[in-house]
């Protein structure tokens, strides 16, 4: 994933956004493939159904550029792209009756399973132990909370972002993130900043 962030770093998102809107593919596809991968594994997350994920995705992708011309100028790519995932699996969820019929996505389970990177432990067995501690904590999270933590230290989105993307107010995304840290730092207790562990997040 740091190579992929590597390769595309040049790229400007907004740049490629607006020049997509003026129909050109191959701002398109630079899109598509700066993001593709993280858009499954995040869909994977809300859904057991990989081919139908990949279909969601792919569908989010060809409704961007069918409907290009008329998409807003100024918005976050990726948080854009990730609600849009989001919203495109809830109703497949609605679609094959797993849930009762709504507009909220509020029923989708947050299947992800966190795995923070040993690398930026120190190397000796104690500190491993923490890190197999740490990751099960993240793991027994309320799925909200492990979604909202997800979003802000995976993906990097605000916290107003997280609201928009989980159909909640400012203060009840601010209260998951809170909640979901409040547990974690009451058993973490490691060396390094438990928010630099957070950060180190990978799917």
């Known amino acids: 994933m740091k190579t992929k962030n590597l390769q595309f770093k040049t790229f400007d998102d907004i740049t490629l956004w607006n020049n997509l809107k003026d129909g050109d593919e191959k701002s398109f596809s630079t899109l598509f493939e700066k993001y593709y991968a993280d858009l499954v594994n995040y869909g994977n997350s809300l859904s057991p159904y990989a081919e139908k994920v990949q279909d969601c995705v792919q569908d989010v992708f060809t409704d961007i550029w069918v409907y290009r011309n008329g998409l807003q100028s100024s918005v976050v790519v990726k948080a854009y792209l990730l609600s849009s995932v989001r ?3 809830a109703r497949l ?20 399973e966190f795995s923070v990177e040993h690398d930026l432990m120190d190397d000796d067995y104690a500190t491993k132990e923490k890190v197999v501690y740490l990751n099960k904590l993240l793991n027994d999270l309320p799925a909200r909370q492990k979604e909202a933590l997800y ?18 107010n400012y203060q009840s995304a601010s209260n998951l993130l809170h909640r979901g840290l409040l547990t974690l730092r009451k058993e973490w207790k490691g060396s390094i900043s438990l928010i630099v562990v957070l950060s180190s997040m990978a799917c």
Do not use: N, P, W
């Open 87 to 89: 919203k495109r699996i």
């Open 151 to 168: 979003l802000r230290y995976h993906q990097g989105l605000t916290v107003e972002q997280i609201a928009d993307m989980l159909d909640v």
């Open 93 to 112: 969820y609605e679609r094959d009756h797993i849930f009762r019929k709504s507009t909220s996505t509020d029923a989708i389970a947050f299947l992800l």
